[in-house]
Nanobody
Framework: QVQLVESGGGWVQPGGSLRLSCVVS????????MGWFRQAPGKEREFVAA????????DYAASVQGRFTISRDNAKSTVYLLMNMLQPEDTAIYYC???????????????????WGQGTQVTVSS
């Protein structure tokens, strides 16, 4: 059974940083591209970042490019999202997502269907 467990969310002031983690079980983590999405109140869920199965290629939404960094540790079956220079518009529930098919590239990741974690709340305010 696939399980994704996110952690690391919380409250931070504008300009601050947070690092999210997502531990995956039930699949051979190292053979899948992974990524993060977010959903703000009243808005649709949107893509944030993806990383290829070996970690050599990353893809970011334009809104987070240069501020967020996605990484992974295949030995720990964990994907991370380091978020710097956070702004109020980054406030959302953040979800990690595992493709339902064995997708390995960031290009194919964006077009996938996903298994979802429960999400972790990130709130940016002063």
């Amino acid at each position: 059974q696939v399980q994704l467990v996110e952690s690391g969310g919380g409250w931070v002031q504008p300009g601050g940083s947070l690092r999210l983690s997502c531990v995956v079980s039930g699949r051979t983590f190292s053979t899948y591209a992974m990524g993060w999405f977010r959903q703000a109140p009243g808005k649709e869920r949107e893509f944030v970042a993806a990383i290829s199965y070996r970690g050599g290629d990353m893809d970011y939404a334009a809104s987070v490019q240069g501020r967020f960094t996605i990484s992974r540790d295949n030995a720990k079956s964990t994907v991370y999202l380091l978020m710097n220079m956070l702004q109020p518009e980054d406030t959302a529930i953040y979800y990690c997502a595992l493709p339902t098919a064995r997708v390995q590239s960031t290009h194919d990741y964006r077009r996938s269907k996903y298994h979802w974690g429960q999400g972790t709340q990130v709130t940016v305010s002063s």
